[in-house]
């Protein structure tokens, strides 16, 4: 069985899209995307955290501390990973307003 030719057009790789010029709405609206993404993976850090600590709870019947532990872990870690990329996207921001 013999596979069938690849059109032209798709045989060519796309062409990267231009970074949107700093101050225009293109670049606002990415920014907000990016800040979007990170409030929720803080979110889904302590979501997971707490859902973690009541599989423990349950699967130990050691009452609440599992969820208490487990939405302390994820507050601290969804905590690091949100100031992380924060200051992250602070930097690239100034560096691109530096253009």
């Not at 709870?57 to 924060?86: A, H, I, N, S």
Request: zero cysteines; hydrophobic letters at 45%.
């Amino acid at each position: 069985m013999a596979f069938p030719d690849i059109p032209p057009e798709l045989r060519e790789q796309p062409k990267p899209k231009e970074r949107p010029k700093a101050g225009s709405r293109e670049a606002a609206m990415a920014q907000l995307m990016k800040m979007g993404a990170i409030g929720t993976t803080f979110v889904f850090a302590v979501v997971a955290g707490v859902a973690v600590g009541w599989g423990v709870d349950w699967w130990f019947k050691t009452g609440p501390w599992g969820v208490v532990v487990g939405m302390v872990l994820g507050l601290l870690g969804g905590g690091y990973r949100l100031v992380r990329e924060t200051l992250a996207a602070g930097r690239a921001v100034r560096d691109e307003e530096r253009k």
